[in-house]
């Protein structure tokens, strides 16, 4: 089995990862349109060259309270169907290379809305990663 | 699918032909060169079955059209060449060089004919006889297949010069150069082309290759999907030109800002000119209505004449399709509703036959589409009965309406005044449909209509969808985008001008000259903070906006500026907000949202019914607690105090406007004769104010309207103070308003002293002869 490519990031001091191959491109953005009446997840509109992208906030959408943004946040923009999506999260990390087969069940103690967006556990070196489910982490919420 | 974009030059150049040989000719052209190729792969392989059958098609095609054109030459032709291939495609005979020949010249000459035809309309005297008998004896010569008596080699008598047929799609025209000289077509004069000008040997060579550049090579076939495509990137060359523009206005740098504004130029007619690909004649929706009214009169008895006026008028072909079907019923909906059947016309001493008129014009950057007839009109009064049966509304709220908006109840879902339902429309699922989709594409639709004259319906549709020229305002410190289609005016309230919010069972109004107009705070609607800054002296301003039919203000903290923006959709997750119908990148780059304000309107639950809900419910609250909001008049120097629930509207005629029909005095109004009471007489106190206007308290009811005169418009006031009682005449009771002693008007006498004929709605009476 051939190794999958992760792109990394950090939310609410947990590492998340995407494939590498769902990731359209990381950019900082800092001026976001907010969308009244808009889900709280939904961190506000942006222009990414010509394009309208909402960018949804990834702590919400694990059931952590927003946090008050300053400054530029980094938004990994993820390519779903027919539009494009941005994640909002704390830290970018590196693209780390893992064999499908070392991923270990999902940790029986994680529960809430994130247990929904997790397909896969994977122990790095130092830390554990967890590896996103990008359309269902870019569905609106059900709730 | 397919559109033609005709050159505009060539096209007018030839300006007696119709539009249909146009397309005829294009359309021709285009077989012709397949059929070429068609006839020498078939003399290769004469069994290919399906080529056979495509040339045969072709052929036919050209047949039809020629003979319904009455292009009697051309038909001949094909008639011949067709009977050939017939025997062809059955296998009768099989195609040899010959009959490729044969075939060959048929389509030559019929290049020829069609090539003539273009040049002036006509077929010219060019001879057919050789190119028919050769075709007839080839068929003639079929069955016996050794040669005969005919002569069999080369075909060629006098006409064709060429023998190498198949290089005859090179140069269709070139031969075969008949008699007549085709009176050149200049392209640099376009009206000067009288096709009854055939100077002796005038056309030199040249003039003729010029004049051939015709439709076929003028006019190019494009994928619909390639001209949406151009949309799209102008749409993005719209905001990319924005941008551009703003960023070099402060600039300083002459060289980028003279580079900005041709950039700016050169995208507006970009623009222009895509949109114009993308534009067809609304005559291609219309050419099917003559048809639709002629069958539908003549299946219910009707004598309808069709008027179309405007027919060139352009549409984006997309909003041509959208609108087709609302037209199409508007027109249905006209004759078997709007025109009466000739007796009743002629009993009503009108032309038994009716006119049914379409107009399109433009206006205001929209295109204004009206379907006009002169037949019954609608009825309010009808209307709002239907309204009441259907459950649509009760009786007192269609009595607190005015004529236009009872009439606009037709647009209502579940609304349908046919007296029988009938196969032809009247199924209730009419014109909510009408307006739905016009509003889809944001139009808009509305009637007029003079009861025994006539109802004209208006549907007024944007140029286009991709780019809508908007309103930019602000609320909360955020640009929001209001279509500028939807906005009526806009409204300044800056502390204590004439314009003022006031509160009506709770809900804001602005008094609008006159009229009370429902407010929505935006910054409220989208789920912010209650606030009122005009308390503390900011200015704020209200749009006064078009929704569902009627009116309302949004209020809003700022206007700032109308640019072009270009609709992007919303991404999936905010297409629930429901306020929102896209969103747009403005001039500075910043994304903003565009304001549904269909959505607004109904989330604020304005609309008609709501709002004489809450002049009802009002109503009712007055029964309970006998208390109610009060418009305090000034009559003479007495306050006179009148319940809000029955003021319908505030208006101010002209003096002279005020007319006297034998003791009373009346004033026209809205297409009705509204009686006038001065409160100053009833009252028995002499009014010696002397002003250019006189302010009225209009009141309407079940179709009828009372206006009482008053010398000033007050205030408006909670009723809190206890009633005290009142003998003055006409008077109900008196109260204490800011410390002064304000009378209650006897509204029942009142309305009853300015026209006895008032039908009061039945809880007026109630309450009255209760107090009483």
């Not at chain 2, 080369?154 to 140069?171: H, I, N, S």
């Amino acid at each position: 089995m051939s190794s999958v490519r992760y792109a990394t990031f950090e939310v609410a001091g947990q590492l998340f990862g995407l494939e590498v191959g769902e990731v359209q491109e990381v950019l900082a953005f800092s001026e976001y349109t907010p969308v009244p009446l808009a889900p709280g997840h939904v961190g506000g509109l942006f222009n990414l060259r010509g394009q309208v992208i909402a960018a949804l906030d990834l702590r919400v959408r694990l059931g952590e309270p927003a946090q008050e943004r300053t400054g530029p946040a980094m938004n990994v923009i993820v390519r779903t169907d027919d539009e494009s999506v941005s994640l909002l999260v704390d830290r970018i990390g590196d693209v780390v290379e893992l064999e499908p087969s070392a991923a270990e069940p999902i940790p029986d103690t994680l529960s809430g809305p994130a247990r929904e967006l997790i397909t896969a556990a994977f122990p790095l070196a130092d830390r554990l990663m967890l590896a996103l489910d990008a359309r269902a982490a870019v569905r609106g919420s059900e709730a | 699918m397919k559109a033609s974009i005709p050159d505009l030059e060539a096209w007018w150049s030839v300006e007696d032909f119709d539009d249909v040989v146009q397309e005829f000719l294009v359309e021709s052209y285009e077989n012709l060169d397949q059929l070429d190729q068609d006839l020498v792969a078939l003399e290769r392989d004469p069994t290919a079955r399906d080529r056979l059958a495509s040339v045969f098609r072709t052929i036919h095609t050209i047949k039809g059209t020629s003979g319904f054109l009455a292009f009697s030459k051309l038909e001949q032709v094909t008639h011949a060449g067709e009977s050939l291939l017939a025997r062809l495609r059955d296998g009768a005979q099989v195609l040899d060089r010959r009959g490729a020949d044969v075939l060959l010249r048929v389509v030559d000459v019929v290049r020829a004919l069609l090539a003539q035809i273009e040049r002036d309309g006509q077929e010219g005297d060019m001879e057919l006889g050789d190119v028919i008998a050769e075709v007839e004896a080839c068929i003639a010569g079929a069955p016996a297949p050794a040669p005969t008596a005919k002569p069999t080699p080369e075909p060629v008598t006098e006409t064709a010069p060429e023998a190498d047929t198949a290089a005859a799609a090179a140069e269709p025209a070139a031969p075969a150069e008949p008699e007549v000289a085709p009176a050149p077509v200049a392209e640099t004069a376009p009206a000067a082309a009288a096709p009854s000008t055939p100077e002796a040997g005038a056309p030199a060579p040249a003039e003729e290759t010029a004049s051939r550049r015709g439709v076929a090579d003028t006019s190019v076939r494009v994928d619909v999907d390639l001209l949406d495509k151009l949309m799209r990137l102008v749409g993005e060359l719209v905001l990319t030109r924005n941008q551009m523009v703003r960023a070099t206005e402060h600039s300083g740098d002459h060289t980028m800002s003279r580079a900005a504004q041709r950039l700016n130029l050169i995208t507006s007619e970009l623009q222009e000119g895509v949109m114009k690909t993308r534009m067809q004649p609304i005559s291609h929706l219309w050419s099917k209505l003559p048809r639709v009214v002629r069958d539908l009169s003549n299946s219910i008895g009707r004598q309808v004449r069709l008027e179309l006026e405007g027919a060139e008028t352009e549409l984006d072909r997309s909003l041509l399709e959208a609108v087709k079907d609302p037209l199409t019923h508007l027109v249905r909906n006209a004759v078997d509703h709007g025109l009466e059947s000739p007796e009743d016309r002629v009993k009503a001493g009108k032309n038994p036959e009716g006119t049914l008129t379409l107009r399109a014009y433009h206006e205001h950057g929209h295109v204004v589409v009206e379907v006009a007839d002169d037949g019954k009109g609608v009825d309010p009064k009808l209307i709002g009965a239907t309204a009441v049966k259907r459950g649509l509304l009760t009786a007192e709220q269609v009595a607190a309406m005015d004529a236009d908006e009872v009439l606009r109840l037709v647009f209502r879902a579940g609304f349908s005044t046919a007296a029988k339902v009938s196969n032809v429309s009247g199924r209730g699922v009419g014109m909510d449909v009408v307006r739905t989709n016009l509003e889809a594409i944001g139009g808009a639709v509305d009637l007029r209509s003079v009861v025994g004259k006539g109802t004209t319906w208006r549907l007024t549709i944007p140029l286009t969808l991709a780019i809508v020229q908007a309103l930019i305002v602000e609320s909360a410190n955020e640009r929001y985008v209001l279509p500028q289609m939807s906005v009526r005016e806009l409204v300044s309230v800056e502390g204590q001008t004439s314009a003022r919010i006031e509160y009506v069972s709770g809900a804001p109004v602005c008094r609008l000259r006159g009229r009370l107009l429902p407010l929505v705070r935006l910054n409220e609607a989208l789920g912010g903070p209650i606030e009122r800054p005009e308390e503390n002296g900011e200015a704020i301003y209200i749009a006064v906006l078009n929704g569902e039919g009627h009116e309302f203000g949004l209020v809003v903290d700022r206007v700032l500026t109308t640019e072009e923006v270009v609709v992007k959709p919303l991404a999936s997750h905010l297409k629930d907000v429901g306020c929102f119908a896209g969103a747009t990148i403005l001039g500075d780059g910043r994304v903003s949202l565009i304001l549904d304000v269909l959505a607004l309107a109904r989330n604020a639950h304005l609309g008609n019914a709501e709002r004489a809900a809450a002049a009802a419910a009002a109503m009712a609250e007055v029964k309970t607690e006998t208390r109610d909001r009060l418009l305090v008049t000034r009559v003479s120097d007495r306050r006179v105090a009148i319940p809000l629930s029955m003021v319908t509207r505030l208006e101010e005629f002209p003096v002279q406007a005020v007319e006297r029909v034998g003791s009373r005095e009346v004033v026209q109004y809205r297409g009705q004769i509204l009686p006038v009471l001065r409160l100053s007489g009833l009252l028995g106190s002499w009014s010696e104010d002397v002003s250019d206007t006189v302010p009225a308290v209009v009141y309407s009811s079940g179709g009828h309207s009372v206006a009482l005169a008053v010398d000033g418009i007050l205030d408006i006031v909670d009723d809190t103070a206890p009633h005290g009682p009142s003998d003055g005449d006409g008077l109900s009771g008196s109260t204490v308003i800011d410390d002064k002693v304000t009378e209650l008007l006897d509204m029942r006498r009142a309305i009853m002293a300015a026209d006895p004929d008032f039908q009061l709605p039945e809880f007026v009476t109630r309450d009255y002869v209760e107090a009483s």
